[in-house]
């Protein structure tokens, strides 16, 4: 059966993210989803926040039959990558080769995003050559210049890695502006995961310029909002 999945989205737990998770849930509803994968910047405390209020199972299968995968996006030394299918802790500053090595020993995926976005922390060629990753982002949504997602399809194709779609979404209402078909024999985590080596269908669609500026002067705010935290902790201390 068809699943049509989100592979890269974030929500207020992310330090960029602005969305309630309760929030991705029912827009992804309304999109027509089966699910998404949340994947926070370094951190699985909004994959503690579904667990705890039943969103996600222990077992892995969906609930009220809709399935949120576990994930997160590391930011390794050599740049971005996102763990698919498991629950990490704080991993920043990790060599991307032990992170994709630890991913794989706990049963997860990884997966290169936006790898030639050099803007957004994609990893170069160079490191991407070494990796043995289980996917490819081919088409990211919030892309920097619609070439960087040219080149990573090409790359994909090259090493003739799963490839996938995605929003990479920080506000709720750009969850699905791109998704995977995925072809699962089972509507759960490891389901939908072993599905992707199987072949997908990718439905590409771009944020939109008003999206595009949100998202800016979202992460602007945030890190605004950090910096001053940070002065005021300075002071006390």
Known sequence: MQYRIDFHCHSRFSADGVSEPEELVRVAKRKGLNGFALTDHNTSA????????????????????FLILPGQEITTKEGHLLALGIKLPDLKGIPALDAVSLIHSMGGLAIAPHPFDY?????????????????????????????????????????????????????????????????????????ILRALSLGTILEKRYISPKEALKKTWNNVFRFRGRQGTEKSLSKNN
């Open 46 to 65: 909004g994959i503690d926040y579904f667990e705890q209020i039943g969103l996600i199972r222990k077992d892995g299968l969906a609930v009220d039959n």
């Open 119 to 191: 803007f957004r922390a994609g990893i170069r060629k160079r490191v991407l050559d070494k990796l043995p990753l289980d996917g490819i982002e081919v088409f990211n949504a919030a892309v920097t210049f619609k070439r960087c997602n040219q080149k990573a399809q090409a790359y994909a194709k090259e090493r003739k890695l799963p490839m996938i779609s995605a929003s990479d979404a920080h506000d709720a209402e750009v969850i699905g502006t791109a998704f995977t078909i995925v072809n699962a024999e089972e509507f759960s985590v490891q389901g």
